[in-house]
């Protein structure tokens, strides 16, 4: 739940990198709670609960989505590769599924590597 939180509190946050874990455990709790409410809103015959949902999580995926796409050494214009049918949600899978530049690059410091304490 931590990387929910830590996603949301950088919701419009489109520099730096994002490891794989973060964007999948993000990833996850969005998925869930999206099932949740869209259950709930077929139950109560009231789907826009689940589209208020899907609007306000919107500008935080994308935000996650450049960041980890960052890790990888990669622009954030990659995201529009998903807009090519089929082929373009693979090569995202692949994108977003692949481990992290080592070291720094361009978009900053590695994330999965610790901090040198002086």
Known sequence: MSWFIEALKKYAVFSGRARRKEYWMYTLFVSIIYIVLA??????????????????????????TVRRLH??????????IGLVPLVGAIVMLVFLCSDSEPG??????NPKEAPVLV
Do not use: C, E, H, M
């Open 39 to 64: 259950i709930v809103s077929a139950a109560a015959k009231q789907p826009l609960i689940a589209v208020v949902f899907y609007l306000a999580i919107l500008l935080p995926s994308l935000a996650v």
């Open 71 to 80: 890790d990888t050494n990669r622009t954030g214009w990659w995201v529009l």
């Open 104 to 109: 720094a690059n361009k978009y900053g410091p």
